[in-house]
């Protein structure tokens, strides 16, 4: 699995996150997940494979959004344990 983030300007709304959601799905149609977050100005994607970065601009240019940045790696799952005092001992 690889996870991808790009950084997208111009996000400003749950519509904008909705809108980018929508054109990063039509180019990656069997991504496990994709995150737009207008707040840290990023879309997060999980697939099985490496993304064509200029596949990703189009889609994200062809909307007016701004395509700032683009990096990915090995997905690592963010699992976690919770603590509850007193249970364990």
Do not use: W
Request: charged share 20%; glycine share 8%.
């Amino acid at each position: 699995m690889i996870k991808t983030i790009i950084g997208v300007g111009g996000m400003s709304c749950q519509m904008c996150e909705a809108h980018i959601n929508e054109s990063v799905r039509s180019v990656v149609p069997d991504a496990k997940t994709i995150r737009a977050n207008r707040k840290t100005r990023q879309v997060v994607i999980v697939s099985e494979g490496v993304i064509d970065k200029a596949a990703l601009q189009q889609a994200i240019v062809s909307q007016g959004y701004d395509f700032l940045s683009y990096e990915y790696g090995p997905y690592e799952s963010e699992s976690f344990i919770v603590k509850i005092k007193g249970l364990f001992s």
